[in-house]
């Protein structure tokens, strides 16, 4: 059974970018703009990893990760940020986030990010 990647970022050249680059590696996906449209996704279809902006409309990546971790404890957590300061990334380590990529990233690190992740 393929892997499935939700992506999820409010900018179409990010999500684009990080939906091609995945299925280099065979990965399925599936895309949405917020954290409402990720809950939604998550409701209808199995995710094994989620790839979550920080910044969004309607719902904010740390809410997303904060219902994902209480409804979908299991599910795996990749949280992008423009954010480099170490206390902000640590909340979300602490809050149950696997790992994190700063933006901007390159593909090679997106890559072995995820990766590592699935591999835990």
Known sequence: M???????DDEPFVRNL???TL?????????????R???EELARHSYDLVISDVVMPEME???LLRRIRKEYPSLRVIILT????????SD???HGAN?????????????SVVEKVLEE
């Open 99 to 111: 790992e994190y990529l700063t933006k901007p990233f390159q593909v090679a690190e997106l890559l």
């Open 2 to 8: 393929p892997t499935r990647v939700l992506i999820v």
């Open 92 to 94: 979300f380590l602490l």
């Open 61 to 63: 990546g740390f809410e």
């Open 18 to 20: 990080i939906r091609d």
């Open 82 to 89: 423009g954010f480099s300061r170490e206390h902000e990334i």
């Open 37 to 39: 449209e990720a809950l």
């Open 23 to 35: 299925k280099t590696r065979d990965y399925e996906t599936g895309l949405a703009a917020n954290g």
